[in-house]
């Protein structure tokens, strides 16, 4: 499936380095999400974009700072990150933000923080 | 917060054997989708239910959506060692504004 990528697929980074993760969707989809994904526990979604716009923050550490140039786009940008942030950063788009759409997922990035 | 509860957390099967993980939700929800991720994968949407009672089946799959809505389920007949993964139901809030999703199902089947 290539409907979602994501880039890199793995990353190590130090707790003061400064990274970016990439999505990117070819499914013409209007809305794209930032989930984390740890051992034990359930997907967290961290961040909503509609059409470019944030729609949600489910209270993320500015430590996670995300953006959406277009609705084919989606970065999270990651500074300072603690060891607790290593886990699978999964990427998702639907064709609309509201619930029932079908969320289509990336990859992930697997992120270790050392 | 609303919470999604799945159990159970994990299952081992033998092959040709079934099995069944379910969704619970303290709220009534507006529909619940089903999501399956392989080992070292993604996930991948199955299905979505919306009516209350609804049943739904994909070949040796049948899930089911309570009449109160605010349970579901998945029962896989004679498993076979593809269906390995983790089942994740996730629930969209009445608003329909947000899915929650629940913590998942590992199954695991050996031949």
């Known amino acids: 499936e290539t409907g979602v990528t994501q880039t890199p697929r793995h990353l190590v980074m130090g707790m003061t380095n400064k990274k970016s993760l990439k999505c990117e969707q070819h499914l013409g989809h209007n809305a794209m999400y930032w989930y984390k994904q740890s051992a034990k526990k359930p997907l967290e979604l961290m961040f909503v974009?509609?059409?470019?716009?944030?729609?949600e923050n489910n209270s993320v550490p500015s430590r996670f700072s995300p953006e959406c140039p277009n609705s084919s786009h989606l970065f999270l940008h990651l500074h300072t990150l603690q060891p607790e942030d290593s886990a699978l950063y999964l990427c998702?788009?639907?064709?609309?933000?509201?619930?029932?759409?079908?969320?289509?997922f990336g990859p992930g990035t697997r992120l270790t923080v050392t | 917060g609303q919470q999604v509860m799945q159990i159970p957390q994990y299952q081992h099967v033998q092959e040709g054997e079934d099995f069944t993980t379910y969704c619970n939700s303290s709220t009534t929800l507006s529909n619940i989708q089903w999501y399956k991720q392989r080992p070292g994968g993604h996930p991948v949407f199955l299905i979505q239910?919306?009516?209350?009672?609804e049943v739904k089946k994909q070949k040796r799959l049948t899930f089911q959506f309570g009449e109160a809505k605010k349970n579901s389920s998945l029962h896989i007949t004679a498993t076979q060692t593809t269906d390995v993964g983790t089942y994740f139901c996730a629930g969209g809030n009445q608003a329909g504004t947000a899915l929650i999703f629940g913590k998942g199902t590992t199954l695991s089947v050996s031949s």
């Open positions: 239910l919306v009516k209350s009672g």
């Open positions: 998702a788009s639907s064709q609309e933000w509201r619930v029932p759409y079908e969320q289509y």
């Open positions: 974009y509609n059409f470019k716009e944030q729609t």
